[in-house]
């Protein structure tokens, strides 16, 4: 089954708001945000296909003739024609992978000002995968004028409608939806998720837009962020297993550039006093478990034959989860570890508290959450796995329901 077959047949939450926004009579500029490979730009053309309020001009960075803000000038010249042609109409400007053109926020804020200025409004949708770029250019210039939709990885819900896989092959193979026409062929899955969007992620999305003194020092970093994902590991052993003389400061920032592509993520450990969560080790985690699949080295049935491999598998997947709906519902997430005692996962929404723990044998402990659960105030817990919450269950929904 072909990609862009395979990325139609899912009806993308962020696409269903998206068209919302834009029936609005006066939208600001909407910003699709999110990861590669999960079906940003194929919504985009659906949205096109189906504009039924007027007519639409659309194009990408990837496919532009014209260097920076020149590109950006010249389609939205297009739009500001078809919009004096024909007033009545509202006319749709589509910008995918903006984040490749340099300066673009300036260009978008004094081009968008103009538009309200002459009361010539476009509806304005622009796309990005690279979180650290799009957010500093909407801080310094776009403040006031636009929204955020973000784009998530794929689910246990999308994996479904796409396949008739197992839930631990999702576990294993992931979410991203163009790789998963391979998952029956893992030598041409692995390379795909490594060549077509692991390299892409690292030298497009962070060494080509940020400045990385130490490039070979940040993808060893990605490299034990996966094999250690689920688990606390201290930036000072970190520096010991990647045998750099790079600091903690270093390693600190480098987690986050992976973190703002969407690739690795580092919870911190929750705390009753909120100013000392800088001061703890993180808790490497995937966005997205088709990464520790694609770099762990182990087979499929491997995997599921090793208990504390699996373990670990099947921890990621309940963090990614997480992590994926912590974007788009607005909670914090973090661990929690005192002494011998641990909780995997701490949801916090406002004044709401709900501790997770994930159980993945018949002996695993569960004593971390109880301790937990002694010292948060009127906080709620749950177990996910044996004598617990069904996984498929807890996958199925929004974490967010658990608060409720």
């Given at each position: 089954m072909q990609q862009l077959e395979i990325r139609t047949k899912l009806a993308h939450p962020w696409s269903a708001k998206l068209q919302a926004r834009l029936q609005e009579p006066k939208p600001f500029i909407q910003i699709l945000l999110g990861p590669r490979q999960v079906g940003k730009t194929t919504s985009l053309l659906t949205l096109v296909?189906?504009?039924?309020?007027?007519?639409?001009?659309?194009?990408?960075?990837?496919?532009?003739?014209?260097?920076?803000?020149?590109?950006?000038?010249?389609?939205?010249?297009?739009?500001?024609?078809?919009?004096?042609?024909?007033?009545?109409?509202?006319v749709l400007l589509v910008l995918d992978e903006i984040q490749k053109i340099s300066n673009w926020s300036e260009t978008v804020k004094r081009l968008w000002d103009e538009d309200v200025s002459s009361q010539r409004r476009l509806k304005v949708v622009l796309s990005g995968s690279s979180s650290l770029k799009i957010q500093t250019g909407l801080s310094e210039s776009l403040a006031g004028r636009f929204e955020i939709i973000p784009a998530t990885h794929g689910s246990w819900n999308d994996?479904?409608?796409?396949?008739?896989?197992?839930?631990?092959?999702?576990?294993?193979?992931?979410?991203?939806?163009?790789?998963?026409?391979?998952?029956?062929?893992?030598?041409?899955?692995r390379s795909y998720i490594t060549n077509s969007i692991i390299e892409n992620v690292i030298s497009k999305d962070i060494l080509l837009l940020t400045r990385v003194d130490k490039p070979a020092l940040l993808r060893r970093l990605f490299q034990l962020g996966c094999e250690y994902s689920g688990q606390i590991l201290s930036?000072?052993?970190?520096?010991?297993f990647l045998q750099d003389a790079g600091n903690t400061t270093t390693l600190a920032h480098y987690l986050d550039l992976l973190n703002q592509?969407?690739?690795?993520?580092?919870?911190?450990k929750f705390e009753f006093r909120k100013f000392r969560l800088r001061n703890s080790s993180p808790k490497f985690l995937v966005h997205n478990t088709?990464?520790?699949?694609?770099?762990?080295?182990?087979?499929?049935?491997?995997?599921?034959?090793?208990?504390?491999?699996?373990?670990?598998?099947?921890?990621?997947?309940?963090?990614?989860?997480?992590?994926?709906y912590s974007r788009v519902e607005g909670?914090?997430?973090?661990?929690?570890?005192?002494?011998?005692?641990?909780?995997d996962y701490i949801i916090r929404m406002g004044s709401k508290i709900l501790a997770i723990e994930v159980k993945s044998s018949v002996m695993g402990k569960t004593s971390?959450?109880?301790?937990?659960?002694?010292?948060?105030?009127?906080?709620?817990?749950?177990?996910?796995g044996h004598s617990g919450k069904e996984l498929e269950d807890f996958l199925s929904h929004s974490p967010s329901e658990l608060l409720k």
């Amino acid at each position: 089954m072909q990609q862009l077959e395979i990325r139609t047949k899912l009806a993308h939450p962020w696409s269903a708001k998206l068209q919302a926004r834009l029936q609005e009579p006066k939208p600001f500029i909407q910003i699709l945000l999110g990861p590669r490979q999960v079906g940003k730009t194929t919504s985009l053309l659906t949205l096109v296909a189906k504009w039924k309020s007027g007519k639409s001009v659309m194009s990408s960075a990837d496919e532009r003739q014209l260097e920076g803000p020149i590109w950006i000038e010249q389609n939205w010249s297009k739009a500001r024609q078809i919009k004096e042609q024909d007033g009545k109409s509202d006319v749709l400007l589509v910008l995918d992978e903006i984040q490749k053109i340099s300066n673009w926020s300036e260009t978008v804020k004094r081009l968008w000002d103009e538009d309200v200025s002459s009361q010539r409004r476009l509806k304005v949708v622009l796309s990005g995968s690279s979180s650290l770029k799009i957010q500093t250019g909407l801080s310094e210039s776009l403040a006031g004028r636009f929204e955020i939709i973000p784009a998530t990885h794929g689910s246990w819900n999308d994996f479904k409608k796409l396949t008739s896989g197992t839930i631990n092959e999702y576990i294993f193979f992931g979410g991203y939806p163009g790789a998963l026409q391979f998952i029956k062929d893992e030598e041409r899955w692995r390379s795909y998720i490594t060549n077509s969007i692991i390299e892409n992620v690292i030298s497009k999305d962070i060494l080509l837009l940020t400045r990385v003194d130490k490039p070979a020092l940040l993808r060893r970093l990605f490299q034990l962020g996966c094999e250690y994902s689920g688990q606390i590991l201290s930036f000072q052993k970190a520096i010991g297993f990647l045998q750099d003389a790079g600091n903690t400061t270093t390693l600190a920032h480098y987690l986050d550039l992976l973190n703002q592509a969407y690739v690795l993520a580092g919870l911190q450990k929750f705390e009753f006093r909120k100013f000392r969560l800088r001061n703890s080790s993180p808790k490497f985690l995937v966005h997205n478990t088709a990464l520790i699949g694609a770099l762990g080295g182990y087979r499929f049935d491997d995997a599921q034959n090793n208990p504390a491999v699996w373990g670990r598998y099947l921890e990621s997947c309940i963090g990614s989860h997480l992590l994926n709906y912590s974007r788009v519902e607005g909670f914090e997430l973090f661990y929690w570890r005192e002494g011998i005692h641990e909780v995997d996962y701490i949801i916090r929404m406002g004044s709401k508290i709900l501790a997770i723990e994930v159980k993945s044998s018949v002996m695993g402990k569960t004593s971390g959450l109880k301790m937990f659960l002694s010292k948060a105030n009127k906080a709620t817990g749950i177990v996910i796995g044996h004598s617990g919450k069904e996984l498929e269950d807890f996958l199925s929904h929004s974490p967010s329901e658990l608060l409720k």
